[in-house]
């Protein structure tokens, strides 16, 4: 059976700032029925997410996202990643609001329809946090320039791009980020009922856009 038990011995605050870090004594349940061992772990506290693929299905074009990230940059790797909209939700917000305000934000488009994806832990050995990935339906014919809150220090490039071209990077394996690779993977799947559901025969100027 699943073990159920855990008993936290102490908990402290290890650093305040942007995030939150708490240092975590507890013991948990072994799959044989006994306590195991105290360990001590990090959790890192930094709220919970709401992310948006936007698709035109009359083009057949996906809308991206570009920006700066520090994670890959301290890692010596590619820090302008392309990515799909996301954001962090606030005290009192719904999902589905903070992915439309999100939308708006980092690329000037509102999705009409949103259409639940999953819903995930981003890094669950580590963090508290969890993304609710949605596609969004919207008209890629306005969808371009460069976007975000100054106040944010955001600086974020819209990246249209034709939906074969968005899931030959996601099969071939160079999305970097891994929630945008996970809604590449599951546009491969149902691209074609997307198609069929949202189609309305009006078909946007940029089409073949890459």
């Known amino acids: ?9 102490e908990r ?3 650093f305040r700032g942007y995030f939150h870090v708490d240092r975590v004594r507890l013991r948990h349940e ?3 029925g006994a306590t195991g061992p105290e360990i001590v772990r990090e959790v890192f506290e ?52 903070v992915a439309r305000r999100e939308c708006q934000e980092e690329c000037g488009l509102i999705p009409d329809e949103l259409v639940p994806i999953t819903r995930v832990f981003v890094s669950p050995g580590v963090m508290t946090e969890t ?22 220090g955001e600086d974020i490039r819209v990246v249209p791009m034709a939906a074969e071209a968005f899931i030959d990077l996601a099969q071939s394996g160079a999305l970097t980020n891994a929630t945008t690779a996970l809604a590449g993977y599951w546009f491969a799947l149902n691209r074609a009922s997307l198609r069929a559901r949202w189609r309305t025969g009006d078909v946007s100027p940029g089409s073949s856009a890459a």
């Open 1 to 9: 059976m699943r073990p159920t038990k855990v008993s936290v011995i």
């Open 12 to 14: 402290t605050a290890a």
């Open 30 to 32: 072994l799959y044989s």
């Open 46 to 97: 930094r709220g919970h997410a709401a992310a948006v693929l936007l698709y035109d299905a009359d083009a057949d074009v996906v809308v991206l996202i570009e920006q700066f990230r520090p994670g890959p940059w301290a890692a010596g790797e590619e820090p302008w990643m392309l990515e799909i909209v996301a954001g962090i939700i606030d005290a009192g917000e719904t999902v589905e609001a």
């Open 131 to 152: 993304v609710a990935l949605y596609c969004g339906r919207v008209d890629s014919r306005a969808a371009g320039g460069v976007h975000g809150l100054a106040e944010e």
